[in-house]
C-alpha cells in the first residue's frame, strides 16, 4: 500500500486555499456566466480551481491535472488529481451551504483518495483507501439498513434525470421510504450518506469530477459506491452512480432501478 501521507496534506492545502478563494464571495450577490451546456460557472468556481492548480503545479508537477472549470493538464505519472472547485454552483447561488470543494487522487483510473469540504460549515470529511472515513478528524460511519422499504434516498434533482433514466429513478423511489426523500444537495448527500444520516443517493449524467472524490469517502465509512448495474466506478464509467450506506442493499437498488412503473 502506497503510503499517502504527503497526499493527504497536499489534498488539505488544496481544500484550504479553494475554502479562501470561495469564501468572500458566498451570499454577496455574485452573478454567473453560463457554460456551453447551459450549467452556471462563477467568480467563484474559477478563482478557487486557480488556487487548487497553482498548489499542484509547484508541488506536484508530474501529476495530470483535471479540473471542471478548466480541463486537462497532462502530466507524466500514473497519477491524477481531479478537481470540481465548487460541486453544487447552483446551491452556492442560492445561498445555501450545501455544496462542496472535491478533491481527488485517481491513480489508474480508480480514486484512492477523496475530499469533500464544505468551506462555509467548516466541514471537512476526507477518504483514502485502506483508511477509516474522518470527519473534521474523527472517523465516521454509515448506518446499517435492513431494508430498502426504510431507506431515505436523496438525489440532486429530478430535472437532472432524462425521461429514460427518470423512470428508472422513480421505480427505485417507490422502494423507498418516500415520506423520507431529499432533493437537492449534491456532493453533500454523499457526505451525509458516509456520516449515517441517509441511505441511498442515485444520479445520472455525472462526471469523473462530480463522483471520483465520493467513492474513497463512503467506503472508508462502510459504504459502497457503484453503477447502476452494480459495477464499480472507474474513470470509463457512464455516470450513472449510486451510493449505498449498507453494502447488504446494493442488490436491491440495482434490482428496483431496473424496473420502472
Request: hydrophobic content about 40%; proline content about 12%; overall charge positive.
Given at each position: 500500500m502506497t503510503d499517502f501521507d504527503r497526499d493527504i496534506a497536499l489534498a488539505m492545502r488544496l481544500a484550504d486555499a479553494a475554502g479562501a478563494a470561495i469564501r468572500p464571495h458566498f451570499r454577496s450577490g455574485i452573478t454567473a456566466d453560463r457554460?456551453?451546456?447551459a450549467s452556471p460557472v462563477t467568480l467563484a468556481d474559477c478563482s478557487a480551481e486557480e488556487a487548487m492548480r497553482a498548489i499542484l503545479a509547484a508541488e506536484a508537477p508530474?501529476?495530470?491535472?483535471?479540473g471542471e472549470e478548466m480541463g486537462a493538464t497532462p502530466g507524466t505519472s500514473r497519477r491524477s488529481w481531479v478537481l470540481d472547485p465548487i460541486d453544487g454552483t447552483t446551491g452556492f447561488l442560492a445561498g445555501r451551504p450545501l455544496f462542496g470543494t472535491l478533491i481527488a487522487l485517481v491513480i489508474e483510473g480508480f480514486p484512492v483518495l477523496g475530499?469533500?469540504?464544505q468551506p462555509i460549515l467548516g466541514e471537512r470529511w476526507l477518504g483514502v483507501?485502506?483508511?477509516p472515513t474522518l470527519f473534521n478528524?474523527?472517523?465516521?460511519?454509515?448506518r446499517a439498513c435492513a431494508l430498502l422499504a426504510d431507506a431515505a434516498l436523496a438525489t440532486t434533482g429530478p430535472h437532472y434525470f432524462d425521461d429514460h433514466d427518470g423512470a428508472h429513478f422513480m421505480g427505485l423511489a417507490a422502494q423507498t421510504d418516500h415520506k423520507r426523500m431529499v432533493m437537492g444537495g449534491d456532493c453533500y448527500n454523499y457526505a451525509m450518506l458516509a456520516t449515517g444520516q441517509l441511505d441511498v443517493v442515485c444520479e445520472a449524467n455525472l462526471k469523473l469530477h462530480d463522483w471520483a472524490a465520493l467513492v474513497p469517502v463512503v467506503e472508508g465509512a462502510g459504504g459502497t459506491m457503484a453503477d447502476w448495474n452494480g459495477e464499480?466506478?472507474?474513470?470509463g464509467s457512464d455516470g450513472h452512480v449510486i451510493a449505498v450506506g449498507d453494502p447488504a442493499r446494493l442488490d436491491d437498488v440495482v434490482e428496483a432501478l431496473a424496473c420502472h412503473h
Open positions: 457554460k456551453p451546456d508530474a501529476d495530470t491535472v483535471i475530499v469533500i469540504d483507501v485502506g483508511r478528524g474523527k472517523p465516521v460511519r454509515t464499480p466506478l472507474h474513470a
